[in-house]
């Protein structure tokens, strides 16, 4: 049952309470198949030895030590089997935690808030997760794809395929080793935008001067920039103009009234 099915070796996790046992016997016996010393069912030994059995319920989660006897038609009882353990694990994890995104290409590069802008098709997605639980990673309810929760209990994601520009709604459920899920996180809201801007900026003056008048000289170290936009009816909400000095850092620009 659930999302993860097939085989379980000896000391694996599983979520089904009621898994399917098989083994082989002398043919004519009644096998009786034990969790922890609680018989949970039995079953007749086919012509050619072999037996299958979906045991009753296991309990409560835990360390389950299945072991197994055959029983003659005169009631005489075989030594039990080496034990089998698994581990049955039928709780979901909670929901991941802490998703948040870097911006790791352009000009403007560090972690992304919720809900702002970036021009990084491929951001870093970062979160906590149940240590070993696979998250899946969701954009606008579509799957990005998957990532493994460390052994402390974080997982990063990059997507491989680019995240076209627009508002991104990112969440993400994570499935423990017994194939347990989670719910859905709290969304993480992010927009791309890779559209360069087609209006541009001018400076039209800086002041204070001082000596002589258009002798570009000045011994005024926190001088005043400023100047205007081509098409001001095309400046969106969020848009700034950024000054820099020499090729140095950025700076933005107060809009003036």
Same mark, same amino acid.
Request: hydrophobic residues 30%; without cysteine.
């Given at each position: ?11 694996? $996790?599983? @979520?089904?309470? &009621? /898994? !399917?046992?098989? +083994? #082989?016997?002398? %043919? =004519?016996?009644? *096998? ?84 702002? $802008?970036? @021009?990084?098709? &491929? /951001? !870093?997605?970062? +979160? #906590?997760?149940? %240590? =070993?639980?696979? *998250? ?122």
């Amino acid at each position: 049952v659930g999302a993860v099915t097939g085989d379980l070796q000896k000391g694996a $996790t599983t @979520d089904d309470n &009621t /898994p !399917t046992v098989s +083994g #082989t016997a002398q %043919p =004519g016996t009644i *096998v009786h198949v034990y969790s922890n010393g609680t018989e949970v069912g039995s079953v007749a030994v086919k012509p050619d030895g072999t037996w299958t059995l979906e045991v009753a319920d296991l309990g409560a989660d835990g360390e389950k030590k299945l072991t197994a006897v055959a029983q003659d038609p005169a009631g005489q009882v075989s030594p039990a089997t080496g034990e089998y353990p698994i581990l049955l694990d039928t709780t979901a994890p909670g929901q991941p935690e802490g998703i948040t995104a870097t911006d790791d290409v352009g000009p403007t590069i560090g972690e992304i808030p919720a809900g702002g $802008t970036t @021009d990084d098709t &491929t /951001p !870093t997605i970062t +979160g #906590t997760g149940e %240590p =070993g639980a696979t *998250v899946e990673v969701i954009d606008n309810g579509q799957p990005l794809g998957t990532t493994t929760v460390d052994s402390v209990g974080n997982w990063t994601f990059t997507p491989e395929t680019p995240l076209t520009d627009g508002p991104h709604e990112i969440t993400t459920t994570q499935t423990d080793p017994a194939g347990n899920e989670s719910a859905p996180s709290a969304p993480f809201e992010v927009i791309v935008d890779t559209t360069a801007p087609t209006i541009t900026a001018e400076i039209t003056g800086i002041t204070e001067d001082t000596g002589l008048a258009n002798d570009y000289l000045t011994n005024d170290q926190s001088l005043v920039i400023s100047g205007k936009v081509s098409d001001s009816t095309q400046v969106q909400a969020g848009d700034k103009v950024q000054v820099r000095v020499d090729g140095g850092t950025w700076a933005d620009a107060t809009l003036k009234a």
